[in-house]
């Protein structure tokens, strides 16, 4: 029981702090769109994102953005969403067995 409600702590706290991500319904504002590190968090997220979008009503990339710019980020924060994912399981693992 303790090690389940350990780990629905750790989904429950994820979800918030990918909720917090999402570029969401809203409009954004042609006087201060996206940036370059608004691209990685969104890249980051786009794998979470294309899942939970079956759900809800979100959009996984930023219009308008600043151009060539945000798409460098959102290309380099979805090449290196793979490979956090990988670094933060073999935590898990290594924390888990010790």
């Known amino acids: ?6 780990v629905s702590a750790v989904v429950t706290f994820l979800l918030l702090l990918v909720a917090c991500g ?7 504002s042609a006087w201060d769109p996206p940036g370059f ?7 980051l997220l786009a794998p979470w994102t294309l ?11 930023a219009v308008p953005n600043t ?4 798409d460098l980020g ?9 490979p956090v994912g990988w670094i ?8 888990h067995i010790f």
Do not use: N
């Not at 899942?51 to 990339?61: A, E, G, Q, S």
């Open 51 to 61: 899942i939970l979008r079956l759900f809800l009503d979100i959009k996984m990339y």
């Open 37 to 43: 590190f608004a691209g990685i968090w969104h890249g």
């Open 74 to 82: 959102f290309l380099i924060g979805v090449v290196f969403s793979i």
């Open 88 to 95: 933060a399981a073999i935590i898990a693992l290594i924390v």
């Open 67 to 70: 151009g060539w710019f945000y």
């Open 1 to 6: 029981m303790h090690k389940a409600l350990k």
């Open 22 to 28: 999402f570029v969401g319904t809203e409009p954004i």
